[in-house]
Protein backbone atom coordinates (compact mmCIF):
# COMPACT_ATOMS: atom_id res chain seq x y z
CA UNK A 1 0.00 0.00 0.00
CA UNK A 2 1.30 3.67 -0.15
CA UNK A 3 0.26 4.97 3.03
CA UNK A 4 -0.55 4.23 6.62
CA UNK A 5 -3.91 1.83 7.39
CA UNK A 6 -3.61 2.05 11.18
CA UNK A 7 -6.58 4.89 11.70
CA UNK A 8 -8.17 4.51 7.99
CA UNK A 9 -9.03 0.61 8.57
CA UNK A 10 -10.97 0.87 11.74
CA UNK A 11 -13.05 3.83 10.31
CA UNK A 12 -13.87 1.94 7.17
CA UNK A 13 -14.53 -1.42 8.82
CA UNK A 14 -16.94 1.44 10.81
CA UNK A 15 -18.64 2.45 7.56
CA UNK A 16 -18.45 -1.37 6.10
CA UNK A 17 -20.44 -1.68 8.71
CA UNK A 18 -23.00 1.27 8.22
CA UNK A 19 -23.36 0.14 4.68
CA UNK A 20 -24.50 -3.24 5.73
CA UNK A 21 -27.75 -1.57 7.50
CA UNK A 22 -30.86 -2.34 5.86
CA UNK A 23 -32.29 0.81 5.28
CA UNK A 24 -28.88 1.75 3.51
CA UNK A 25 -29.37 2.37 -0.08
CA UNK A 26 -28.05 -0.38 -2.43
CA UNK A 27 -25.50 0.52 -4.27
CA UNK A 28 -25.78 0.39 -7.99
CA UNK A 29 -23.23 -1.65 -10.07
CA UNK A 30 -21.31 -0.93 -13.85
CA UNK A 31 -19.34 -3.34 -14.26
CA UNK A 32 -17.11 -2.50 -17.75
CA UNK A 33 -15.64 -5.61 -19.05
CA UNK A 34 -12.76 -4.58 -21.86
CA UNK A 35 -11.33 -6.91 -24.82
CA UNK A 36 -7.29 -7.70 -24.72
CA UNK A 37 -6.69 -4.40 -23.01
CA UNK A 38 -3.25 -5.26 -21.45
CA UNK A 39 -2.04 -4.14 -17.77
CA UNK A 40 0.16 -2.09 -19.14
CA UNK A 41 -2.09 -0.21 -21.71
CA UNK A 42 -3.25 2.97 -19.11
CA UNK A 43 -1.17 6.18 -19.15
CA UNK A 44 -1.73 5.93 -15.06
CA UNK A 45 0.09 2.19 -15.58
CA UNK A 46 2.96 3.71 -16.59
CA UNK A 47 2.64 3.68 -20.44
CA UNK A 48 4.81 6.25 -22.12
CA UNK A 49 2.58 6.52 -25.09
CA UNK A 50 -0.42 5.68 -25.14
CA UNK A 51 -3.27 8.27 -22.84
CA UNK A 52 -6.50 7.10 -20.87
CA UNK A 53 -7.19 10.10 -19.37
CA UNK A 54 -10.84 9.29 -18.28
CA UNK A 55 -9.56 5.34 -16.79
CA UNK A 56 -6.55 7.49 -15.09
CA UNK A 57 -9.91 9.86 -13.77
CA UNK A 58 -11.93 6.96 -12.50
CA UNK A 59 -8.31 4.87 -10.76
CA UNK A 60 -7.53 9.01 -8.86
CA UNK A 61 -11.06 8.64 -7.59
CA UNK A 62 -11.33 4.92 -6.15
CA UNK A 63 -8.41 1.91 -5.96
CA UNK A 64 -6.26 0.53 -8.68
CA UNK A 65 -5.68 -3.08 -7.56
CA UNK A 66 -2.60 -4.13 -8.66
CA UNK A 67 -3.00 -7.69 -8.49
CA UNK A 68 -6.26 -9.06 -9.88
CA UNK A 69 -6.17 -11.85 -12.48
CA UNK A 70 -8.77 -13.50 -14.47
CA UNK A 71 -9.16 -17.04 -14.26
CA UNK A 72 -8.25 -17.63 -18.01
CA UNK A 73 -5.87 -15.96 -20.77
CA UNK A 74 -8.55 -16.13 -23.43
CA UNK A 75 -12.70 -14.51 -23.81
CA UNK A 76 -15.06 -17.37 -23.35
CA UNK A 77 -13.39 -19.00 -19.88
CA UNK A 78 -12.62 -15.45 -18.56
CA UNK A 79 -15.89 -14.24 -18.83
CA UNK A 80 -17.58 -17.28 -17.56
CA UNK A 81 -15.75 -16.92 -13.94
CA UNK A 82 -16.30 -13.54 -13.93
CA UNK A 83 -19.74 -14.18 -14.03
CA UNK A 84 -20.50 -17.28 -12.60
CA UNK A 85 -18.07 -16.75 -9.54
CA UNK A 86 -16.54 -20.20 -10.66
CA UNK A 87 -13.48 -21.58 -12.29
CA UNK A 88 -14.75 -22.15 -15.70
CA UNK A 89 -13.05 -25.19 -16.12
CA UNK A 90 -16.02 -26.38 -13.58
CA UNK A 91 -18.12 -25.88 -16.93
CA UNK A 92 -15.92 -27.82 -19.23
CA UNK A 93 -14.83 -23.81 -20.64
CA UNK A 94 -11.40 -24.15 -21.12
CA UNK A 95 -11.22 -22.13 -24.46
CA UNK A 96 -13.00 -20.14 -26.66
CA UNK A 97 -16.41 -20.97 -27.66
CA UNK A 98 -16.11 -21.27 -31.58
CA UNK A 99 -12.37 -22.43 -32.01
CA UNK A 100 -12.43 -26.13 -32.22
CA UNK A 101 -13.85 -28.08 -29.78
CA UNK A 102 -12.26 -30.30 -27.01
CA UNK A 103 -14.19 -33.54 -25.78
CA UNK A 104 -15.38 -31.51 -22.55
CA UNK A 105 -16.05 -28.48 -24.06
CA UNK A 106 -20.14 -27.48 -24.06
CA UNK A 107 -21.94 -25.16 -26.81
CA UNK A 108 -22.73 -22.49 -24.45
CA UNK A 109 -22.69 -21.91 -20.67
CA UNK A 110 -25.19 -23.75 -18.84
CA UNK A 111 -28.25 -21.65 -18.12
CA UNK A 112 -28.30 -23.34 -14.40
CA UNK A 113 -24.96 -21.69 -13.58
CA UNK A 114 -24.90 -19.36 -10.33
CA UNK A 115 -24.80 -15.71 -12.38
CA UNK A 116 -24.26 -12.31 -10.87
CA UNK A 117 -27.71 -10.71 -12.17
CA UNK A 118 -29.81 -13.57 -11.39
CA UNK A 119 -28.84 -12.70 -7.71
CA UNK A 120 -28.72 -9.71 -8.07
CA UNK A 121 -32.59 -9.70 -8.88
CA UNK A 122 -33.83 -11.39 -6.07
CA UNK A 123 -32.48 -8.02 -4.19
CA UNK A 124 -34.83 -5.94 -6.58
CA UNK A 125 -32.16 -4.92 -8.84
CA UNK A 126 -32.76 -4.56 -13.05
CA UNK A 127 -30.03 -5.82 -15.03
CA UNK A 128 -28.73 -5.26 -18.01
CA UNK A 129 -25.85 -6.37 -20.39
CA UNK A 130 -24.94 -4.98 -23.68
CA UNK A 131 -22.03 -5.48 -25.22
CA UNK A 132 -19.86 -9.16 -26.47
CA UNK A 133 -21.19 -11.77 -24.40
CA UNK A 134 -19.07 -14.81 -25.96
CA UNK A 135 -20.56 -17.85 -23.45
CA UNK A 136 -22.19 -19.72 -26.48
CA UNK A 137 -25.40 -19.70 -29.01
CA UNK A 138 -27.91 -21.77 -28.27
CA UNK A 139 -31.50 -22.94 -26.76
CA UNK A 140 -30.60 -20.28 -23.37
CA UNK A 141 -31.66 -16.97 -24.09
CA UNK A 142 -30.17 -13.92 -22.14
CA UNK A 143 -32.78 -13.92 -19.66
CA UNK A 144 -32.27 -17.24 -18.56
CA UNK A 145 -29.10 -16.53 -17.51
CA UNK A 146 -30.59 -13.44 -15.79
CA UNK A 147 -30.45 -9.92 -17.27
CA UNK A 148 -33.77 -8.16 -17.80
CA UNK A 149 -32.57 -6.10 -21.17
CA UNK A 150 -29.65 -6.90 -23.60
CA UNK A 151 -28.18 -6.20 -26.49
CA UNK A 152 -24.91 -8.47 -27.64
CA UNK A 153 -22.65 -9.20 -30.10
CA UNK A 154 -21.61 -13.15 -30.15
CA UNK A 155 -24.35 -14.33 -28.15
CA UNK A 156 -28.27 -14.59 -28.07
CA UNK A 157 -30.99 -12.39 -28.49
CA UNK A 158 -31.07 -8.76 -29.72
CA UNK A 159 -28.05 -7.92 -31.45
CA UNK A 160 -25.70 -4.72 -31.10
CA UNK A 161 -22.52 -4.00 -33.10
CA UNK A 162 -19.29 -4.26 -31.62
CA UNK A 163 -17.90 -0.91 -33.33
CA UNK A 164 -18.87 2.93 -32.89
CA UNK A 165 -20.53 3.59 -29.98
CA UNK A 166 -23.57 1.04 -30.21
CA UNK A 167 -22.31 -0.18 -26.69
CA UNK A 168 -22.05 2.65 -24.47
CA UNK A 169 -25.15 4.09 -26.17
CA UNK A 170 -27.35 1.23 -25.38
CA UNK A 171 -25.56 1.46 -21.75
CA UNK A 172 -25.92 4.91 -21.17
CA UNK A 173 -30.10 4.65 -21.76
CA UNK A 174 -30.42 1.97 -19.69
CA UNK A 175 -28.80 3.63 -16.96
CA UNK A 176 -31.12 6.97 -17.64
CA UNK A 177 -34.10 4.57 -17.55
CA UNK A 178 -33.20 3.37 -14.07
CA UNK A 179 -31.79 5.73 -12.17
CA UNK A 180 -34.50 5.70 -9.42
CA UNK A 181 -34.00 2.22 -8.50
CA UNK A 182 -31.07 -0.18 -8.65
CA UNK A 183 -29.23 -1.59 -11.22
CA UNK A 184 -26.78 -3.66 -12.29
CA UNK A 185 -25.48 -3.44 -15.83
CA UNK A 186 -22.57 -5.33 -17.73
CA UNK A 187 -20.86 -3.10 -20.04
CA UNK A 188 -18.37 -5.09 -22.16
CA UNK A 189 -16.63 -3.49 -25.05
CA UNK A 190 -15.03 -4.15 -28.07
CA UNK A 191 -11.37 -2.73 -27.51
CA UNK A 192 -9.12 -3.19 -28.28
CA UNK A 193 -9.50 -6.58 -30.36
CA UNK A 194 -8.85 -7.30 -33.12
CA UNK A 195 -10.48 -5.84 -35.66
CA UNK A 196 -9.45 -3.04 -35.10
CA UNK A 197 -12.14 0.03 -35.96
CA UNK A 198 -10.55 3.49 -34.54
CA UNK A 199 -12.63 6.48 -35.08
CA UNK A 200 -11.74 9.11 -37.44
CA UNK A 201 -11.37 11.92 -34.72
CA UNK A 202 -9.25 8.94 -32.17
CA UNK A 203 -6.94 8.57 -35.61
CA UNK A 204 -6.98 12.52 -36.00
CA UNK A 205 -5.59 12.95 -32.70
CA UNK A 206 -2.69 10.33 -33.07
CA UNK A 207 -1.60 11.35 -36.72
CA UNK A 208 2.04 11.78 -35.39
CA UNK A 209 2.74 8.65 -34.84
CA UNK A 210 3.94 6.01 -36.82
CA UNK A 211 0.83 4.09 -39.07
CA UNK A 212 1.23 0.79 -36.28
CA UNK A 213 0.84 3.19 -33.08
CA UNK A 214 -1.30 5.36 -34.61
CA UNK A 215 -4.45 2.35 -34.93
CA UNK A 216 -3.76 1.20 -31.63
CA UNK A 217 -3.38 4.64 -29.96
CA UNK A 218 -6.71 5.60 -31.81
CA UNK A 219 -8.30 2.09 -30.54
CA UNK A 220 -7.25 2.50 -27.13
CA UNK A 221 -8.69 6.60 -26.71
CA UNK A 222 -11.89 5.19 -28.68
CA UNK A 223 -12.00 2.76 -25.51
CA UNK A 224 -11.11 5.17 -22.90
CA UNK A 225 -14.26 7.63 -24.22
CA UNK A 226 -16.79 4.94 -24.13
CA UNK A 227 -15.57 4.98 -20.26
CA UNK A 228 -16.20 8.31 -20.00
CA UNK A 229 -19.59 7.91 -21.74
CA UNK A 230 -20.42 5.69 -18.94
CA UNK A 231 -19.07 7.92 -16.07
CA UNK A 232 -20.63 11.29 -17.60
CA UNK A 233 -24.32 9.43 -17.75
CA UNK A 234 -23.62 8.41 -13.81
CA UNK A 235 -23.23 11.95 -12.95
CA UNK A 236 -25.50 13.42 -14.83
CA UNK A 237 -28.72 11.46 -13.26
CA UNK A 238 -27.59 12.41 -10.07
CA UNK A 239 -26.48 8.32 -9.22
CA UNK A 240 -22.27 8.49 -9.19
CA UNK A 241 -22.17 8.54 -5.45
CA UNK A 242 -24.01 5.76 -4.89
CA UNK A 243 -22.74 3.57 -8.15
CA UNK A 244 -19.96 0.88 -7.56
CA UNK A 245 -17.78 1.07 -11.09
CA UNK A 246 -15.53 -1.71 -11.77
CA UNK A 247 -13.08 -1.62 -15.12
CA UNK A 248 -10.84 -4.81 -16.21
CA UNK A 249 -10.61 -6.41 -19.14
CA UNK A 250 -10.84 -10.06 -20.09
CA UNK A 251 -7.29 -10.91 -20.40
CA UNK A 252 -3.89 -9.75 -21.77
CA UNK A 253 -3.30 -8.21 -24.95
CA UNK A 254 -2.96 -10.34 -28.28
CA UNK A 255 0.46 -11.24 -29.48
CA UNK A 256 1.60 -8.95 -32.17
CA UNK A 257 0.36 -10.75 -35.24
CA UNK A 258 -1.55 -8.43 -38.36
CA UNK A 259 -4.97 -9.37 -38.29
CA UNK A 260 -5.29 -11.16 -41.86
CA UNK A 261 -9.14 -11.25 -41.88
CA UNK A 262 -10.08 -7.53 -42.56
CA UNK A 263 -13.34 -6.03 -42.75
CA UNK A 264 -14.97 -4.17 -45.92
CA UNK A 265 -15.59 -0.38 -45.43
CA UNK A 266 -13.51 2.09 -43.20
CA UNK A 267 -12.90 -0.71 -40.85
CA UNK A 268 -8.99 -0.83 -40.15
CA UNK A 269 -7.13 -4.37 -39.50
CA UNK A 270 -3.55 -3.68 -37.98
CA UNK A 271 -1.26 -5.59 -35.50
CA UNK A 272 -2.12 -5.58 -32.03
CA UNK A 273 0.88 -4.05 -30.23
CA UNK A 274 -0.91 -3.86 -26.34
CA UNK A 275 1.43 -3.91 -23.57
CA UNK A 276 1.66 -5.94 -20.41
CA UNK A 277 3.61 -3.52 -18.07
CA UNK A 278 6.51 -6.01 -18.16
CA UNK A 279 4.64 -8.68 -17.25
CA UNK A 280 5.73 -12.10 -18.64
CA UNK A 281 3.38 -13.46 -21.36
CA UNK A 282 0.30 -12.68 -23.10
CA UNK A 283 -3.05 -13.46 -24.54
CA UNK A 284 -3.21 -17.29 -24.33
CA UNK A 285 -0.41 -17.56 -21.65
CA UNK A 286 -0.92 -18.41 -18.08
CA UNK A 287 1.92 -16.39 -17.52
CA UNK A 288 0.91 -12.89 -15.56
CA UNK A 289 0.69 -11.41 -18.79
CA UNK A 290 -1.99 -13.31 -20.02
CA UNK A 291 -3.94 -12.97 -16.73
CA UNK A 292 -3.06 -10.07 -15.17
CA UNK A 293 -5.63 -7.44 -15.71
CA UNK A 294 -6.55 -3.47 -14.95
CA UNK A 295 -9.14 -3.60 -11.88
CA UNK A 296 -9.94 -0.43 -10.76
CA UNK A 297 -13.17 0.37 -8.47
CA UNK A 298 -14.48 3.46 -7.98
CA UNK A 299 -17.21 3.87 -5.33
CA UNK A 300 -17.22 7.16 -4.03
CA UNK A 301 -19.15 6.48 -0.91
CA UNK A 302 -16.85 3.95 0.46
CA UNK A 303 -13.44 3.81 -1.51
CA UNK A 304 -11.03 5.91 -0.61
CA UNK A 305 -9.61 7.91 -3.53
CA UNK A 306 -6.50 7.45 -5.13
CA UNK A 307 -5.66 4.51 -3.53
CA UNK A 308 -3.04 2.06 -5.35
CA UNK A 309 -3.86 -1.51 -3.61
CA UNK A 310 -0.50 -3.61 -4.58
CA UNK A 311 -0.82 -6.49 -1.82
CA UNK A 312 -4.64 -7.40 -2.16
CA UNK A 313 -4.95 -10.46 -4.57
CA UNK A 314 -8.66 -10.21 -6.00
CA UNK A 315 -9.76 -12.71 -8.83
CA UNK A 316 -12.50 -12.74 -11.49
CA UNK A 317 -14.38 -15.76 -9.59
CA UNK A 318 -14.57 -13.10 -6.29
CA UNK A 319 -16.90 -10.25 -8.62
CA UNK A 320 -19.97 -12.60 -7.95
CA UNK A 321 -19.79 -12.85 -3.59
CA UNK A 322 -18.48 -9.73 -3.75
CA UNK A 323 -21.43 -7.76 -5.84
CA UNK A 324 -23.81 -10.09 -3.81
CA UNK A 325 -22.01 -8.74 -0.38
CA UNK A 326 -22.37 -4.78 -1.63
CA UNK A 327 -25.72 -5.57 -2.64
CA UNK A 328 -26.98 -7.65 0.66
CA UNK A 329 -27.97 -10.81 -1.21
CA UNK A 330 -26.29 -13.85 0.70
CA UNK A 331 -24.80 -16.30 -2.06
CA UNK A 332 -27.30 -19.19 -1.93
CA UNK A 333 -25.33 -22.57 -0.38
CA UNK A 334 -25.57 -24.56 -3.84
CA UNK A 335 -23.51 -21.73 -5.59
CA UNK A 336 -20.26 -23.99 -4.84
CA UNK A 337 -18.41 -20.90 -5.30
CA UNK A 338 -14.70 -20.57 -5.71
CA UNK A 339 -14.13 -16.65 -5.29
CA UNK A 340 -14.26 -15.02 -1.99
CA UNK A 341 -16.18 -11.97 -0.98
CA UNK A 342 -13.86 -9.06 -1.02
CA UNK A 343 -16.15 -6.04 -0.06
CA UNK A 344 -13.79 -5.01 2.49
CA UNK A 345 -10.97 -4.52 0.03
CA UNK A 346 -13.60 -2.21 -2.33
CA UNK A 347 -13.79 -0.13 1.06
CA UNK A 348 -9.60 0.33 0.57
CA UNK A 349 -9.25 -2.52 3.73
CA UNK A 350 -6.62 -4.66 2.87
CA UNK A 351 -7.32 -8.33 3.13
CA UNK A 352 -5.41 -11.78 2.51
CA UNK A 353 -6.70 -14.42 0.44
CA UNK A 354 -7.45 -17.75 1.80
CA UNK A 355 -7.88 -19.52 -1.23
CA UNK A 356 -5.80 -21.09 -3.58
CA UNK A 357 -6.19 -19.69 -7.52
CA UNK A 358 -6.46 -22.04 -10.36
CA UNK A 359 -6.07 -22.14 -14.38
CA UNK A 360 -5.98 -24.25 -16.89
CA UNK A 361 -6.32 -23.78 -20.87
CA UNK A 362 -6.81 -25.83 -23.68
CA UNK A 363 -4.94 -26.00 -27.08
CA UNK A 364 -2.43 -23.93 -26.45
CA UNK A 365 1.20 -23.63 -28.50
CA UNK A 366 4.13 -25.19 -26.96
CA UNK A 367 6.72 -22.35 -27.52
CA UNK A 368 7.97 -19.36 -25.99
CA UNK A 369 5.60 -18.45 -23.30
CA UNK A 370 2.52 -20.49 -24.21
CA UNK A 371 3.44 -24.31 -22.83
CA UNK A 372 1.61 -24.59 -19.62
CA UNK A 373 -1.29 -25.91 -19.55
CA UNK A 374 -2.50 -25.23 -15.57
CA UNK A 375 -1.48 -22.79 -13.04
CA UNK A 376 -2.01 -21.97 -9.33
CA UNK A 377 -0.99 -19.72 -7.04
CA UNK A 378 -1.37 -19.82 -3.07
CA UNK A 379 -0.19 -17.05 -0.85
CA UNK A 380 3.12 -15.22 -2.92
CA UNK A 381 3.88 -18.88 -4.77
CA UNK A 382 2.73 -19.58 -8.22
CA UNK A 383 3.46 -22.40 -10.46
CA UNK A 384 2.76 -23.68 -14.23
CA UNK A 385 3.14 -26.85 -15.49
CA UNK A 386 2.15 -28.76 -18.13
CA UNK A 387 -0.86 -31.81 -17.93
CA UNK A 388 1.37 -33.82 -17.25
CA UNK A 389 3.59 -32.75 -14.62
CA UNK A 390 6.48 -33.17 -16.25
CA UNK A 391 7.63 -29.06 -16.71
CA UNK A 392 7.12 -26.89 -14.37
CA UNK A 393 7.75 -23.42 -13.32
CA UNK A 394 7.76 -21.72 -9.63
CA UNK A 395 7.79 -18.04 -9.13
CA UNK A 396 7.66 -15.57 -6.15
CA UNK A 397 5.14 -13.21 -7.50
CA UNK A 398 6.17 -10.86 -4.55
CA UNK A 399 9.76 -10.79 -5.67
CA UNK A 400 9.37 -11.75 -9.46
CA UNK A 401 5.95 -10.22 -10.03
CA UNK A 402 7.53 -10.56 -14.10
CA UNK A 403 8.00 -14.11 -13.64
CA UNK A 404 11.76 -13.82 -15.07
CA UNK A 405 12.23 -17.35 -16.04
CA UNK A 406 16.19 -17.23 -15.07
CA UNK A 407 14.56 -16.32 -11.44
CA UNK A 408 12.40 -19.70 -11.70
CA UNK A 409 12.51 -21.11 -7.98
CA UNK A 410 11.33 -24.66 -8.55
CA UNK A 411 14.63 -26.54 -8.29
CA UNK A 412 15.28 -24.76 -5.34
CA UNK A 413 12.03 -25.10 -3.45
CA UNK A 414 11.28 -29.15 -4.49
CA UNK A 415 8.43 -29.09 -1.50
CA UNK A 416 6.59 -26.07 -2.49
CA UNK A 417 6.62 -27.36 -6.04
CA UNK A 418 4.99 -31.06 -4.92
CA UNK A 419 2.51 -29.06 -3.15
CA UNK A 420 1.65 -26.99 -5.41
CA UNK A 421 1.81 -29.29 -8.18
CA UNK A 422 -0.70 -31.58 -6.40
CA UNK A 423 -3.40 -28.87 -6.10
CA UNK A 424 -3.16 -28.40 -9.48
CA UNK A 425 -3.27 -32.01 -11.02
CA UNK A 426 -5.60 -32.92 -8.33
CA UNK A 427 -7.98 -29.85 -9.39
CA UNK A 428 -7.35 -30.73 -12.79
CA UNK A 429 -8.85 -34.20 -12.27
CA UNK A 430 -12.28 -32.61 -10.93
CA UNK A 431 -13.19 -31.40 -13.99
CA UNK A 432 -15.59 -32.82 -16.19
CA UNK A 433 -14.42 -34.81 -19.08
CA UNK A 434 -17.27 -34.18 -21.45
CA UNK A 435 -19.99 -32.22 -21.19
CA UNK A 436 -23.64 -31.25 -19.99
CA UNK A 437 -25.34 -33.15 -22.42
CA UNK A 438 -28.04 -30.13 -21.66
CA UNK A 439 -25.45 -27.69 -23.38
CA UNK A 440 -24.86 -29.89 -26.16
CA UNK A 441 -26.37 -28.39 -29.90
CA UNK A 442 -27.60 -31.24 -32.43
CA UNK A 443 -24.66 -30.26 -34.41
CA UNK A 444 -22.53 -30.72 -32.25
CA UNK A 445 -23.89 -34.16 -31.66
CA UNK A 446 -23.03 -35.59 -34.93
CA UNK A 447 -19.64 -37.29 -35.77
CA UNK A 448 -17.25 -34.52 -34.94
CA UNK A 449 -15.00 -33.23 -37.93
CA UNK A 450 -10.94 -33.06 -37.07
CA UNK A 451 -10.51 -29.69 -36.57
CA UNK A 452 -6.85 -27.99 -35.03
CA UNK A 453 -7.78 -27.46 -30.95
CA UNK A 454 -5.64 -23.92 -31.36
CA UNK A 455 -6.68 -20.69 -29.71
CA UNK A 456 -7.53 -18.19 -32.61
CA UNK A 457 -7.08 -14.24 -32.53
CA UNK A 458 -10.68 -14.18 -32.81
CA UNK A 459 -11.10 -15.66 -29.53
Not at 23 to 28: Q, V
Not at 90 to 101: D, P, S
Not at 304 to 319: E, F, H, M
Request: one cysteine or more.
Amino acid sequence: MNRSFTLLTALLLATLHALQAADAPKPNIVFIYADDWGWGDLSCHGNTWLKTPRLDQLASEGIDFQQFNVLSPICSPSRAAALTGRFPGRFGINTVFGVGKPPEMPDWLTPKAPTIPRLLKTAGYHTGHFGKWHLGEGKPTMADYGFDESAVYHGPGPKIGPYGNEIPNRAVKFIEANKDRPFFVNVWLHESHLTHSPSDEAMAAWKHLDPTQQVYAAVITDGDNKVGMILDALERCGIAQNTLVVFSSDNGPAKSKENDKGVPGKYRSHYSIGETGGLRGQKTSLFEGGVRVPFIVRWPAQAPAGLKNDTTVLTAVDLLPTFCAAARVPPPADVNGDGENMLPALSGVPLARTRPIFWRINGNQRDSDFWPDLAVREGDWKLVTTFDGHRVELHNLKSNRAEDVSKDQAKEHPKIVAHLKKLALDWNATLPEKPDSECISKESQQPPKKKPQTNAEEA
